[in-house]
């Protein structure tokens, strides 16, 4: 919404701070603990949690202009604190439809833990539709999960992981489960996050063997598949809006620079800045036509999910849909800024060649192209026939 000001929770001088330590953690491969600290002090991590629970009471439309905000200073910490946000949106669309079941994850994001996203496995192309965890069923209700969670962001500060695996027991297996655990001697944290970039993420690998959820955090208990439970929306919807936010976000930074580059540069041969070529401003404005797309989509998407817009079907092709345009926008923005910039962004220690290698990673997480591919071409042409 245009009223909303970003600047009250992210003041400027706190994303400078984070900016400026961007580059620290993205050389020294490090979890930046001072932005994680700083976002904790300002109230950051409940920003989507109810007032009257403590909470900043905001819709995910204003939490999505929040992450794009941050994102233009450190995107890795954006993306990490997304995976927290994504747990408290997930609380608030059950809250928001009559769906009890996440209040202890609302209080304890007011009470300063922070939740991690445990949902991606190696090989495992179904998702949110399967698991290769094994969850098994405790006497009291709870469930013991053994198996490797890969993307693990926040791996060395969460203090509860949102997880699911399979459960194929009883006389209605299988079924999936939803559910989050304590960080226990269970749970063996791997130490292989050196990726090409967002580095500061550390979504390092996850190995849980036998690891506990009291039977008060499960939270779902659904047939695999494609599913309508509100576990499943949920995720899905705030997961897409939020991961759009960040590579947006990305785009917006690399938008600015090449902006700022071009006016400072100056040709030998023409004497003005690089702002007066035709090349450079066709480019700029190239890169301007594409982003400016995307913010209104993310916001009409993010507001009907706070309104409960019923879009059916549709939902998951308009969800996937919005990811996957940001992300290939962003790709774009940050390819164009780099020529437009010159030679100097080659350079690791600019802060465009770290742009350009954190959108990298825009295409791994789900929604990847080729799903959002074929959830777009079910929704306009019906499902493959056999």
Do not use: C
């Not at 949110?128 to 209700?141: E, R, V, Y």
């Not at 079924?175 to 226990?184: E, H, M």
């Not at 759009?244 to 938008?255: E, K």
């Amino acid at each position: 919404m245009s009223t909303f000001d970003t600047a009250a929770f992210l003041p400027d001088d706190l994303l400078e701070r984070i900016r400026e330590r961007a580059a620290v953690h993205d050389r020294e491969n490090t979890f930046p603990q001072q932005d994680l600290d700083e976002l904790k002090d300002a109230g950051y991590l409940s920003i989507l949690v109810p007032a009257e629970l403590g909470g900043a009471g905001l819709g995910l439309e204003q939490a999505a202009l929040l992450q794009q905000r941050l994102a233009t200073a450190s995107p890795a910490t954006a993306l990490a604190i997304n995976m927290h946000l994504v747990w408290t949106g997930v609380a608030k669309v059950f809250s928001d439809r009559g769906v009890t079941g996440l209040e202890f994850v609302q209080r304890g994001a007011v009470a300063g833990e922070v939740f991690a996203f445990g949902i991606s496995e190696g090989g495992n192309d179904l998702v949110l539709f399967g698991s290769d965890t094994d969850a098994a069923p405790q006497p009291d209700g709870g469930y013991a999960f053994t198996g490797t969670k890969i993307f693990t962001s926040l791996a060395p500060v969460w203090t509860k992981l949102g997880l699911h695996g399979l459960d194929t027991t009883g006389e209605d297996a299988p079924k999936l489960v939803f559910a989050f655990i304590d960080r226990t001697d269970a749970v063996v944290t791997g130490d292989d996050w050196d990726t090409l970039g967002m580095r500061g993420t550390q979504s390092r690998t996850t190995r849980l063997n036998g690891a506990i959820a009291a039977p008060e955090h499960v939270v779902r208990r659904i047939d695999p598949g494609p599913n309508p439970d509100p576990i499943v929306f949920g995720i899905f919807s705030v997961f897409e809006i939020l991961l759009a936010s960040v590579y947006t976000g990305i785009a917006r930074r690399a938008l600015d620079l090449a902006v700022e580059t071009a006016q400072k540069r100056r040709s030998k041969k023409s004497g003005t800045t690089y702002s007066q070529d035709p090349d450079i401003r066709w480019r700029v404005a190239g890169m301007g036509l594409a982003y400016d797309a995307l913010p209104p989509q993310i916001s009409a998407l993010a507001r009907d999910v706070d309104q409960l817009a019923d879009h059916g079907p549709r939902w998951f092709t308009l969800l996937s849909g919005v990811k996957h345009r940001a992300v290939v926008m962003a790709k774009q923005v940050a390819d164009e800024a780099m020529l437009v910039a010159g030679g100097g962004s080659y350079f690791s220690s600019n802060e465009l060649s770290r742009l350009y290698r954190d959108v990298l990673a825009g295409h791994f997480h789900p929604s990847d192209p080729e799903s959002a591919h074929a959830t777009a071409a079910t929704a306009w042409l019906g499902p493959l026939e056999g």
